[in-house]
C-alpha cells in the first residue's frame, strides 16, 4: 500500500474520539455520517478513535461492534483512511475495506493540490522504552496469549484496562508544546503542514520548516476538523458536533 493519500476538500479529520460506553458521543457522531445527516467527502481517522480496539482481543471487538460495522457500511460509499493510534490497532482484519496505515508507516504523506501535508496519529517518534512497548503490544502471539488471560480470568486485563482509562485525563493543557514540537519534527521533514493527534491541544504552531497542527480530541469536546476550500487562508475548518443537530 502506498503510504500518501490525496485530501479532498470537504474531508473530516477526528482524531482522538476515544470511544467507550463511558464516552458514547462517537456513536451518534457516525450515526449522522451513515444516517447522511453529515455528508464528508472523505473521513481521516487519525488514530485512539476507540478507547480500546485491538484486533486479536475479541473483547474488543463486542464491545466496539455497532460503531465497527457503521464505519464498515459508510466506507462502501466514502473513502476512509484510519491511521493506527496506540489506543487502536492490528486493524487490517476489522476493517476491511479501510486504508490502514501502522505507527510504522507514519507520518503518511498527504497532498492537496499543491500542499504537502504529513499526518501522523502522534506517537511514531518515541523513547526506546516506548517504542520497545509498541511493538511488543502489537506482537500478534503476545496479544494472542493476553486474549487467553482475558478470558479465562473474566476480562480480567479489559476492565483493568478500562478503570485506568476512567480516571486518566485525557484533556489537560501541556505545557512547552512548541519545544516538544520542536525537538521531535525539526528540519527531518520538509511540507507545508504537519498534522497529528494524540496529545489532544487543538494548536497551531508556525515554525520555519511547516505550519505544525495538533488536533483537539473528539473526547473532551467532540471537536473535528473539515478540510477548508483553498480560497481560505485556514487549512482546516474547526466544527463541534451537538446532538442537538
Known amino acids: 500500500m502506498s503510504h500518501r493519500i490525496e485530501l479532498k476538500e470537504g474531508a473530516f479529520i477526528l482524531g482522538d474520539a476515544h ?9 451518534e457522531f457516525i450515526r449522522a455520517i451513515h444516517s447522511k445527516k453529515l ?12 478507547d480500546a480496539l485491538f484486533g486479536s482481543v475479541k473483547n474488543t471487538l463486542n464491545e466496539n461492534e455497532e460503531v465497527i460495522s457503521l464505519i464498515e457500511e459508510i466506507s462502501q460509499d466514502i473513502e476512509i483512511v484510519y491511521l493506527e493510534g496506540n489506543h487502536d490497532f492490528n486493524l487490517k482484519k476489522v476493517f476491511t475495506n479501510i486504508k490502514i496505515f501502522t ?30 512497548y509498541t511493538l511488543l503490544v ?15 480470568f473474566n476480562n480480567f486485563i479489559i476492565k483493568k484496562l478500562d478503570k485506568y482509562l476512567e480516571i486518566k485525563d485525557d484533556c489537560k493543557e501541556l505545557n512547552n508544546l512548541k519545544k516538544y514540537v520542536l525537538n521531535r ?9 504537519f498534522i497529528e ?3 489532544h491541544q487543538n494548536k497551531t504552531i508556525e515554525l520555519n520548516d511547516f505550519i505544525y497542527i495538533n488536533l483537539a480530541a473528539f473526547a473532551c469536546n467532540q471537536r473535528y476538523f473539515v478540510v477548508n476550500s483553498l480560497k481560505n487562508k485556514e487549512l482546516l475548518k474547526e466544527k463541534i458536533f451537538s446532538l442537538e443537530k
Open 19 to 27: 470511544y467507550s460506553h463511558k464516552r458514547p458521543e462517537l456513536l
Open 39 to 50: 455528508q464528508p467527502t472523505q473521513i481521516i481517522f487519525m488514530g485512539d478513535i476507540f
Open 103 to 132: 505507527i510504522y508507516n507514519q507520518p503518511i504523506e498527504a497532498f492537496y493540490d499543491d500542499k504537502k501535508i504529513y499526518l501522523a496519529h502522534g506517537d511514531f517518534q518515541s523513547n526506546i522504552s516506548y517504542s520497545i
Open 138 to 152: 502489537r506482537n500478534p502471539y503476545i496479544l494472542a496469549s493476553l486474549n487467553i488471560i482475558n478470558n479465562t
Open 185 to 193: 519534527l525539526e528540519n527531518k521533514y520538509i511540507c507545508d503542514y
Open 197 to 199: 493527534g494524540h496529545l
